[in-house]
């Protein structure tokens, strides 16, 4: 886990909140190094397939020129939905970094899911999350 | 069951066959009108999410204007997989006519699932996937 890049997650997940967007960040890395940046992009767009790993995942495979993204990791504020998991699969994305874990969707069998323990990230990321849904309610 | 649209679907994977693609077309109609017509660009866009279904809600939520797709219907080639089932849950798009079931994913249990047997429909699709899948050995 690369401290660094989860910092820019969580400062993806800014974007979105400030943009009123369920606050969610993804970056994907290589060899820790950065391929692409997302966030959660579904009202400004109108597409609820614009998730922030969707749009990390298309920005990623642009920018290698391959829909394989093999040796691929990905950091992402929240635990993937059931699309996003199932669009990580089919990537081959060989690892995923999270910051909150949802009840519903955990991946505690598969070992490509690591879920991060950082007080610092894990707090910050759920109270913005928190915060968000409050300002919904 | 719109047999008309069916057909349009079908057309639509013919298009992905020509192309090299996984032969997958799906079409997006409210009340028996098309809204969004859409084939398998994985290979051409170098996109692993871009199966029919996805671009297919993407094209159909930019027409509408709105990432809610409540009242559409979706006509597809093949029974969805993961992917896409997980999008259309999250588009609300309410029923998903289909043609080829593939064993591990049947939506036995989600009513909305319409599986179409329409012999002459069934036997193009599955004709064209074997053909690809043959063709690709």
Redesign the interface.
């Known amino acids: 886990m690369n401290n660094k890049i989860m910092k820019l997650a969580i400062n993806e997940a800014k974007k979105a909140y400030k943009k009123g967007e369920v606050p969610v960040g993804a970056v994907i890395a290589k060899n820790n190094k950065v391929v692409a940046l997302a966030h959660n992009e579904?009202?400004k767009k109108?597409?609820?397939?614009l998730h922030a790993e969707?749009i990390a995942?298309?920005k990623a495979?642009?920018k290698v020129?391959?829909?394989?993204?093999n040796d691929c990791e990905m950091y992402v504020t929240l635990e993937p939905?059931?699309?996003c998991a199932?669009?990580i699969?089919?990537?081959?994305i060989s690892k995923i970094y999270f910051l909150i874990k949802k009840d519903k969707n955990i991946k505690i069998n598969d070992k490509k899911y690591i879920y991060v323990e950082d007080n610092d990230f894990n707090k910050k990321i759920l109270n913005l999350i928190q915060t968000f849904f409050k300002s919904k309610r």
Request: overall charge positive; charged content about 30%.
């Open positions: 579904v009202e109108k597409n609820c397939t969707i995942i298309t495979s642009k020129k391959n829909w394989r993204l939905c059931a699309m199932a669009a699969e089919l990537s081959r």
